[in-house]
Nanobody
Framework: VQLVESGGGLVQPGGSLRVSCAASGFPFSSSAMNWYRQAPGKEREWVATITSTGSNANYARSIEGRFTISRDNAKNTVYLQMNSLKPEDTAVYYC?????????WGKGTLVTVSS
């Protein structure tokens, strides 16, 4: 299993950013996918989940209404569109999948929200 995140960077408060996760090594189109994040000095926290078909998604309360998770099964890629970003959204964002009773993680992409 390989999960490779990309698209992080520096953005001003109120701005937008989309991060991506390219997946391989498992049946992507039949797997729910997750995004987590870990802010400096804090524990990793769940952000969003999307079902295998993309028909349903769930979000953490802290980002609901600002972030949107989506996927392209033809490209084996999951996305996280982040709007109205706040300084407290600064974190390393990780892609995650659970397969065969095991959690798999990417190496993460850093998102910094600062003026």
């Amino acid at each position: 299993v390989q999960l490779v995140e990309s698209g992080g960077g520096l953005v001003q408060p109120g701005g937008s950013l989309r991060v991506s996760c390219a997946a391989s090594g498992f049946p992507f189109s039949s797997s729910a996918m997750n995004w987590y994040r870990q802010a400096p000095g804090k524990e990793r926290e769940w952000v969003a989940t999307i079902t295998s078909t993309g028909s349903n998604a769930n979000y953490a309360r802290s980002i609901e209404g600002r972030f949107t998770i989506s996927r392209d099964n033809a490209k084996n890629t999951v996305y996280l569109q982040m709007n109205s970003l706040k300084p407290e959204d600064t974190a390393v964002y990780y892609c995650n999948v659970m397969r065969w009773n095991q959690n798999y993680w990417g190496k993460g992409t850093l998102v910094t929200v600062s003026s």
